[in-house]
């Protein structure tokens, strides 16, 4: 009895925090698997990116973005962004990590960070990874887990907040971009990149409190 009151006062909690959650803003254990056929508020690169069909990390039939660049002008960056349900206090939500399938299509070893932007302007402040994760440019599916950590994160000029402001909420961008020196505005590169399962990553805690909820829901 003492379980089930329990299971069900977390279940509770759970669904009310996803209740008064603002709309759009950062929930754990949220993903984008772009099975919908849309972008999922995604942009940037050259000409945006695009949703393939098949030939996720599942196979025949599994959807993926595909994000391009050129190396020169406007879409000579590999660098793609969301202003939408990847924004808001990821500190509270209990969120330290992303991860992600990311593919390379292209012929050149990228250096892939994620970051956040104060302004989505050009040169705006903000955080980006400290450390890249090297992506071979073999064509194959990598599974890809971004930590969000104050030691994994650099502060890029003076942030609102600093790290706590850019996890807390400030932020108006978020980011995933090629870049072999911390930066938020990326290198040229002629490149294709594959992207799939974009997961926030919950604290152990608050991945206990998702698990319990959905016991307790199953119990009912």
Aim: aromatic share 8%.
């Amino acid at each position: 009895m003492r379980l089930s009151i329990f299971t069900g006062a977390i279940a509770a909690l759970a669904a009310g925090l996803a209740v008064s959650a603002p709309s759009l803003a950062i929930i754990a254990g949220q993903q984008d698997d772009f099975q919908s056929g849309t972008s999922a508020f995604w942009a940037g690169g050259g000409g945006g990116p695009i949703i393939v069909e098949t030939g996720g990390p599942d196979g025949a039939g599994d959807r993926f973005m595909q994000a391009s660049s050129d190396g020169a002008g406007s879409g000579g960056r590999m660098s793609i962004y969301n202003r939408e349900q990847w924004l808001g206090d990821y500190l509270t939500a209990g969120v330290t990590a992303i991860e992600m399938d990311l593919k390379n299509f292209g012929s050149q070893t990228l250096s892939m960070r994620v970051g956040f932007k104060l302004f989505s302007s050009p040169g705006s402040p903000g955080v980006v990874s400290r450390v890249p994760i090297s992506l071979p440019a073999d064509g194959q599916w990598h599974r890809t887990t971004f930590l969000l950590t104050m030691d994994a994160m650099q502060i890029l000029g003076t942030p609102t907040g600093g790290y706590e402001g850019m996890l807390g909420g400030n932020a108006a961008e978020f980011r995933l971009l090629h870049s072999t020196s911390a930066s938020l505005t990326g290198n040229n590169i002629v490149s294709q990149l594959g992207v799939d399962n974009v997961t926030a990553i919950p604290t152990p805690a608050t991945g206990l409190l998702v698990a319990l909820a959905v016991f307790g829901r199953r119990r009912r």
